[in-house]
């Protein structure tokens, strides 16, 4: 991590989060992992939701695991009773692969948080902080960094179920007073991401390099990213829960831009490996040119700020990866 400048105090994300209630809707996957240990260690009571807890053994023992799906009511009632905060992390696909069935995304996550804003209002939860997409729900941008007041005009149904969920909540607020944040996340990347499931540029690539795969590259190279680790993007959930000023849409990222050829750079940095071998592929239609969030808001409403450098970071993923990956071959 970066360190504070001299005379700063430390940046504390979490000051009133010890023995409050909080449940993670989708708390197995990258992002939801992640936070749910990160609020287990301020002294949070949490609860991760997931249809399945395949990757339970990196949870926090303190977090408490419930199953059932996003689309079973009493099993989300049941998981929001007596909750105080309520983290909605979960996502109905990725951006390329949404555009292959449009309808089947936007009939499905935005209609079961509209049930889940519902059970939220008669449970009289403090708070709801939900997971948005910088990357996704913009578009092609007009303007490089993208604040929160840009346009946004999705170029797939992801990022359309993602504004959706946007409405419906500024809707709740409006009509029941339901308080919420909405964080528009940009490329994170961290431990628990698997790299597997074609999600997630940085952590696709380094379990590429580690199983000896070449790099697949969409277009040139040129495509243009805001890359953020993971620790950075617990912060902001952390901090967003005792927010209570007038800007319910926060952006998170790093703020600097970086090109798919410029990753591979710093991987092989990273890796301390010369040229990684890479497999070139047509474009996709999903992808936008360039998006970089502007973070001048979060900054000076939140006072957080991103911690972790590239490097640092990325050689901190590829350990736990190569750990991962070695325990999970045994013997």
Known sequence: MSETPQGTPPFNPAPALAGARCLVLGGSGFLGLNLCNRLAEAGAEVTCFSRSHSQSALLDRRVARVTGQFADRLAIANAVERQDVVFHLIAGSIPESSNRDPSAELAATPIATLHLLEICRSARIR???????????????????????????????????????????????????????????ANPYGRFQLGTKHQGLIGSYIHRVLTDQPLEVWGTGAVVRDFLHIDDVSDAFLAAVGYDGPHKVLNVGSGVGLSVSQIIAELQAAFGRGRLPCLHKPSRAADVPANVLDTALIRSELGWRPRVALREGLVDTIAWMRAYLAEAAGP
Do not use: C, N, W
């Open 127 to 185: 708070k709801l902080v939900f997971a948005s997409s910088g990357g996704a729900i913009y578009g092609i941008p007009r303007a490089i960094p993208i604040p929160e007041r840009a346009p946004t005009d999705p170029i797939s149904a992801y990022g359309i179920s993602k504004l959706m969920i946007e409405k419906a909540l500024y809707l709740y607020r409006h009509l029941h007073g339901i308080d919420y944040q909405i964080l528009r996340i």
